[in-house]
């Protein structure tokens, strides 16, 4: 798992991926960083706007990390990271409905 976090580790974004050997693959770190790039540069009618700054503390100081999980597949994975998304969202209506 490859996330961009923020001093606080708040995470900006992260992205799951298969590893052949279990151990960190660097192109992930560069991968991430890039689609990051790309989504901070694109419009709505694109990819969507992302702000290049965590959302909750506002740290433009965002680094990339990479670590193994306790999963050995991706398919082992899914039901927790579907369980996470949902939760993220869940979390991001309510951060939005609480800016008025």
Request: proline residues 5%; contains cysteine.
């Amino acid at each position: 798992m490859v996330q961009l976090l923020c001093p606080s580790r708040h995470c900006v974004i992260g992205l799951a991926y298969q590893s052949p050997d279990g151990t960190a693959n660097p192109e992930a770190v560069v991968h991430l960083k890039a689609m990051f790039d790309l989504m901070v540069a694109g419009d709505i009618t694109t990819l969507g706007v992302l702000n290049p700054w965590c959302g909750l503390c506002k740290s433009k100081d965002l680094r990339a990390e990479d670590e193994a999980t306790v999963f050995t597949t991706m398919d082992e994975a899914k039901p927790m990271l579907d369980e996470l998304e949902r939760e993220q969202a869940a979390t991001r209506t309510f951060w939005e409905a609480s800016k008025g």
